[in-house]
């Protein structure tokens, strides 16, 4: 019996884009390997060679070009049809037409060498530029498949952050299957720091759930019955009853998986600049060439064939777009580089293409311009209940949460532990669910947590000025935490998130660059405008889910303007796809990093100005090298087709054809080289 899977329509995509891609990878090491020799050969430096026969020597050269031609490029073949059929040029026609032109010409004259020699033409084969024009080329498609990829790796690291297994009940028992086979109305078990299969109705028990990589919010958020869990999320204190709302594709990671998805099938991929003026330039070639050849055979002197062909030729490989295929790919590859030399990771061209149009930066809040993590920021002493310094009152409370996992207890304790306090052991330790904790530390009744918490256990509030000090803590979007010693407050602890270095530096340098410069957060609005004013951000959006987000960058986008994201976390991922350029933070989650097209290895914020700088750098030296390829086109296209010849009698060689389109290589490739001493260090 055949019990062979049926593949699904995207793993058969997936199984084709990688057959592509090694056909690719294969084409490119073959052709690569043989023009090697080619020019060793070419060049007469392999001992032994020189004194073979000038024929057998220019045979030797056909045979390892007939593979680099005939297959390794046969890709870009489609060119000449898309010429003829569709009446369209592109880069693909200008490898097309060059190389084949150099490869024929140069064949030509391996087999037919007495028919030039007797018309007084010095035999000369091309066929090492025809070989490495095509691996180029071929190494810069290669760069760009390797993009590509990558959008499916963030959709399927996605999907692994579902749990593969659920606990359930059934028929009144507890059973455990696979999250997939779970059922809208099943109710779910989810114990402490579990993840929550799919999302649902909290219908028993209380927790706290770490909800970060969805909303962004830093903050763990409190969780009773009757409120929404969200699949994926993680359950931090307490024991979850839960009925299953929406499960498979419609649950919440479900949504940002579609989002993504939509996001990257409706961006439309840039237009390279090189394609765009090729479909010009190369039915100018074409008809120059051909109008050298008629005019030749027509009015040129004896033999009028065989100049007309040379002529002809000489057109054809003046024209050669070796010069103008190095303009984008040389520039593009020394500013990956010089990139990476300072932790900016860019991973496909167009990226780096785009960017210098960018006029508008969002960043995100949490693990972005944020730490990302809370820390102690006040420490506020009723002095009328407790005696003691504020060192004092955060050694109590520090050590009250010694061994807990909440963040915000270890926020304590890491502080207490900068300052060199020696903590203690708690007597006995209780986490309250959503409201803080109860402790006993040398013997005193330590409470801890909420107003709430104060409330429930009969605490007074009887200090005016405590209360209203908690009032403006929460105002400046910090977090207030009461602390009560033997049922008396003994002061606050505000805690929070904290703005990374360079964060304001970077704003700052940002709007220096004429960028609009705007935070985006799931955070709640005091919080979001404390963090925004801090950072010198003045446009702020709070309170957005990832959804949401994604439908800002839209508004802005159809206002016309070009926008790059700056996230770290899951709930970004929409976003940074959205986005025109989406800019990862590179210590923050894989998902965030594999939906950027701009990675900060380092975390660094001054990367993102840098990378601006950086693309703007190189798309000046792209149009500077453009300029060059076509300065020598213009200046020696005339004169390869024998202008110059009825009053002179001056015509082109093809080698010196060769040598001029060397020269504009060479220029291309020298003016690209500035950008490795652009510096990046001191941004701002």
């Known amino acids: 019996m055949n019990t062979e899977r049926k593949l699904t329509l995207e793993e058969k995509k997936e199984l084709a884009e990688k057959k592509n891609q090694k056909k690719l990878i294969q084409k490119l090491v073959v052709g690569a390997f043989l023009t090697f020799f080619i020019f060793m050969f070419s060049l007469n430096i392999i001992p032994g060679f020189s004194s073979l026969p000038v024929k057998i020597r220019y045979i030797i050269i056909f045979v390892l070009a007939c593979p680099v031609q005939l297959w390794s490029g046969s890709q870009f073949y489609k060119g000449l049809v898309s010429v003829f059929k569709y009446r369209m040029a592109d880069m693909n026609t200008l490898v097309a037409i060059g190389t084949l032109s150099a490869f024929l010409y140069s064949t030509a004259v391996t087999f037919f060498m007495d028919y030039f020699t007797r018309m007084g033409i010095e035999p000369h084969i091309y066929f090492d530029t025809a070989s490495m ?75 706290t759930v770490d909800e970060s990589m969805i909303t962004g919010e830093s903050m763990p958020v409190d969780k009773k019955p009757g409120d929404e869990v969200i699949g994926s999320t993680i359950n931090l204190t307490g024991f979850l009853k839960f009925e299953a709302k929406r499960v498979g594709k419609d649950t919440f990671l479900s949504q940002i998986i579609k989002m993504v998805e939509e996001a990257q099938a409706s961006k439309a991929p840039v237009q390279r600049l090189v394609d765009k003026v090729a479909s010009y330039f190369v039915p100018a070639v074409i008809f120059i060439a051909m109008i050298t050849f008629i005019a030749w055979l027509i009015w040129g002197p004896r033999p009028s064939i065989t100049l007309a062909l040379v002529n002809f030729i000489s057109v054809l490989i003046i024209a050669c777009p070796c010069a103008l295929g190095l303009a984008t790919p040389t520039a593009i590859t020394v500013g990956i580089g010089r990139g990476a030399e300072n932790g900016i990771l860019i991973k496909d061209t167009s990226t780096l293409e785009v960017a210098h149009k960018l006029d508008t930066v969002i960043f995100d809040k949490t693990g972005t311009l944020t730490e990302g993590q809370p820390e102690v920021k006040e420490i506020i002493v009723n002095k009328s209940n407790f005696k003691g310094t504020e060192k004092d009152l955060l050694e109590i409370a520090a050590s009250s949460e010694l061994y807990s996992e909440h963040p915000i207890g270890k926020a304590m304790v890491n502080k207490a532990k900068s300052e060199g306090l020696k903590l203690k052991s708690p007597g006995r330790f209780e986490a309250v669910t959503g409201r803080g904790i109860k402790a006993v530390v040398n013997g005193k009744e330590i409470i801890k947590g909420n107003i709430r918490l ?115 976390g899951i709930n970004d991922a929409p976003a940074l796809v959205q986005a ?35 693309s703007r750098q190189t798309m000046r030296i792209i149009k500077q090298n453009l300029f060059w390829a076509f300065f020598y086109n213009i200046i020696l296209i005339p004169i390869a087709a024998g202008v110059l010849y009825p009053f002179s009698g001056i015509l082109i060689n093809p080698v010196y054809a060769a040598a001029a389109m060397s020269l504009s290589s060479i220029s291309v490739v020298s003016n690209s080289l500035r950008l490795k001493r652009l510096s990046l260090e001191k941004i701002g």
């Open 133 to 207: 024009i095509i691996v180029l080329v071929l190494l810069g498609r290669f760069f760009e498949a390797r993009a590509k990829s990558s959008a499916s790796g963030a959709i399927k690291k996605l999907l692994k952050l579902k749990p593969a297994e659920a606990y359930v009940i059934r028929n009144g028992k507890e059973i455990k299957i696979d999250t997939e086979d779970i059922a809208v109305g099943d109710i779910v078990l989810v114990k402490p720091g579990e993840k929550i299969p799919v999302d649902g109705i909290i219908i028993e028990g209380t927790s």
């Open 454 to 568: 104060m409330e429930e256990n009969n605490v007074k509030l009887d200090n005016i000025d405590i209360k209203k000090e908690g009032e403006e803590i929460s105002k400046k979007g910090l977090t207030p935490v009461f602390i009560s010693i033997d049922n008396k407050i003994a002061g606050i602890i505000a805690v929070a998130d904290s703005l990374k270095r360079n964060a304001r530096e970077t704003v700052h340098t940002l709007k220096k660059l004429g960028l609009e410069v705007i935070m985006i957060t799931g955070d709640n609005r005091d919080t979001a405008y404390s963090i925004g004013k801090e950072a010198g951000i003045d446009y702020i959006i709070s309170e957005v889910l990832p959804g949401q987000k994604a439908e800002e960058i839209k508004k802005l986008q159809k206002r016309g303007k070009m926008v790059a994201m700056v996230g770290d």
């Open 580 to 614: 025109d350029v989406g800019i990862a933070i590179g210590t923050g989650t894989d998902i965030a990093v594999e939906s950027g097209k701009i990675i900060l290895i380092k975390g660094d914020l001054k990367g993102v100005p840098a990378a601006i700088i950086l």
